[in-house]
Nanobody, 124 residues
Framework: QVQLVESGGGLVQAGGSLRLSCAAS????????MGWFRQAPGKDREFVASMGWRSAGTYYADSVKGRFTISGDNAKNTQYLQMDNLKPEDTGDYYC?????????????????WGKGTLVTVSS
């Protein structure tokens, strides 16, 4: 069983940066695609970014392209989301995810494991 624990959320002013981390416990972390989703109050959970199995391609939502960067460290069983030039509309709970889909994923239906989330608040 894989468990995911996010960290790094917090309060930041617009234009600032945060780096989220997601530590995974369990076997064969490197055999999953990794990703991040977010959910703003009153809205559905939405795709943010994903990276294919063994870094086979990266994918971003249009709203974060050029500002966010997903990366992973298989030796540490950890994935990251570097968020730069943050905007108030980036506010929400951020969830890391793992999927057995080899080439990345965008849908919540493709997620096999979820973290519990970390809150990001961007003030204007």
């Amino acid at each position: 069983q894989v468990q995911l624990v996010e960290s790094g959320g917090g309060l930041v002013q617009a234009g600032g940066s945060l780096r989220l981390s997601c530590a995974a416990s369990g076997p064969t972390f490197s055999s999953y695609s990794m990703g991040w989703f977010r959910q703003a109050p009153g809205k559905d959970r939405e795709f943010v970014a994903s990276m294919g199995w063994r870094s086979a391609g990266t994918y971003y939502a249009d709203s974060v392209k050029g500002r966010f960067t997903i990366s992973g460290d298989n030796a540490k069983n950890t994935q990251y989301l570097q968020m730069d030039n943050l905007k108030p509309e980036d506010t929400g709970d951020y969830y890391c995810a793992l999927s057995r889909a080899r080439y990345g994923f965008r849908r919540t239906e493709d997620v096999d494991y979820w973290g519990k989330g970390t809150l990001v608040t961007v003030s204007s």
